[in-house]
């Protein structure tokens, strides 16, 4: 059973406009959450992460807003770019099991110029 | 610096064929892992280190040995390869921050 999951598996979106993404989790005792971008024939690379004892952070055009009573997260980008084009992975973990990540199955966004 | 490196890039393997997955990387991190990549499944934790001489299983363990004998080095091993364990492979390191991994540029494995 996956205990991390990003419902959609695709995103569209017009150049200039805000992306969405969502990702819910099960496992009560995450409480460190990251997101991670990934390109095609790379590696993932660190976006941005959230701590349980906060709702949201920001960092440029990337706001990641954390609801604990619905064991959900999301990632905004505002505005999008082209080279936003990529797929996105959110990932939980506890803070004492640090870097033993649980992934989502990711969500591919794409955007239009 | 390098970061993280990955050899090979590419490899196809018969079934039960053996081969190690090679990492290296050179941030002095203490920590590294080995995760698999599949459609719709995300990053998967197959094995990781916590220092030189300290390995620890992850969720999809079986089929995978690791060992650990330097801080750069953290190879995988395939023992005997099934078809199941076609995937991408990566490689990442951490550091000091809680959950933020740098990730090598994968190898992609396919058993026949």
């Known amino acids: 059973d996956q205990q991390v999951k990003q419902n959609s598996p695709s995103l569209s979106v017009q150049e200039g406009r805000i992306s969405i993404l969502n990702c819910d989790y099960t496992n009560s005792m995450f409480d460190y959450f990251l997101w991670y971008k990934k390109y095609p024939a790379e590696g993932p690379t660190f976006l941005i992460s959230i701590s349980s004892i906060k709702d949201k952070n920001e960092d440029g055009r990337f706001t990641v807003f954390l609801n604990k009573s619905a064991k959900h997260l999301s990632l905004h980008i505002v505005p999008s770019q082209p080279g936003d084009s990529a797929v996105y992975f959110c990932?939980?973990?506890?803070?004492?099991?640090?870097?033993?990540?649980?992934f989502g199955g990711g969500t591919r966004v794409l955007v239009k110029p | 610096n390098a970061g993280v490196t990955q050899t090979p890039k590419f490899q196809v393997l018969k079934t039960g064929q053996s081969m190690t997955l090679q990492c290296a990387q050179d941030?002095?991190?203490?920590?590294m892992s080995w995760y698999r990549q599949d459609p719709g499944m995300g990053l998967r934790l197959i094995h990781y280190?916590?220092?030189?001489?300290?390995?620890d299983q992850g969720e999809v363990p079986n089929g995978y040995n690791v060992s650990r004998s330097t801080t750069e080095d953290f190879p995988l091993r395939l023992l005997s390869a099934a078809p199941s364990q076609t995937s991408v492979y990566f490689c990442?390191?951490?550091?000091?921050?809680?959950?933020?991994?740098?990730f090598g540029p994968g190898t992609r494995l396919t058993v026949t």
């Open positions: 990442a390191s951490s550091g000091d921050r809680v959950g933020e991994q740098y």
């Open positions: 280190s916590v220092g030189a001489g300290i390995t």
């Open positions: 990932a939980a973990t506890t803070q004492a099991a640090g870097n033993k990540l649980t």
């Open positions: 941030m002095n991190h203490e920590y």
